[in-house]
């Protein structure tokens, strides 16, 4: 059963996005469905097999990157398997600023170029046998 990762996108520019997973692992337990976020809509970035593929005591770190406003965002999600599945973390990072790794809601506040002031809140909702992830990017 898979956990789907989303950005909703509340600036008026697209965010063009790089993803990537370390260690590999194979296509059969991951994938990207968009390179690009439009402005305004939630967006569906990734998936991820929450079960198979996932080796008990294994790690693996999902990363999704692009640019706003002058920040280099990161966006990761964490799965470690466990004996009948795998746990979740997520972590935002803008910057030099880290939210640092978190299993429950969080969120992470930034500076643009501008002097504009964002937030992206990295939010956990249940969606079946596992949590989806929705990362929410909005102008403060």
């Known amino acids: ?7 909703q996108n509340g600036s008026d520019s697209t965010l063009n996005l790089t ?19 439009a402005p305004g809509v939630k967006t569906p970035v990734l998936w991820m097999d929450r079960n198979v593929g996932i080796t008990k005591g294994d790690t693996w770190v999902f990363s999704t990157s692009f640019q706003f406003d002058g920040a280099a965002i990161v966006l990761q999600e964490s799965l470690t398997g466990t004996t009948a599945s795998s746990d979740i973390k ?12 978190s299993d429950v809601d969080t969120s992470l ?12 809140d990295g ?7 596992y949590d989806d992830v929705t990362y929410t990017l909005v102008h403060l």
């Open 19 to 37: 993803t990537s997973v370390q260690p590999a692992l194979g296509d059969d337990y991951w994938g990207i469905y968009n390179g690009s976020a």
């Open 109 to 120: 506040p930034f500076q643009g170029a501008d002097g504009n002031q964002y937030q992206i």
């Open 90 to 101: 997520i972590r935002i990072m803008a910057n030099a600023q880290d939210s640092g790794w």
């Open 123 to 129: 939010s956990f909702f249940r969606n079946g046998s």
């Open 1 to 7: 059963m898979p956990t789907n990762i989303n950005i």
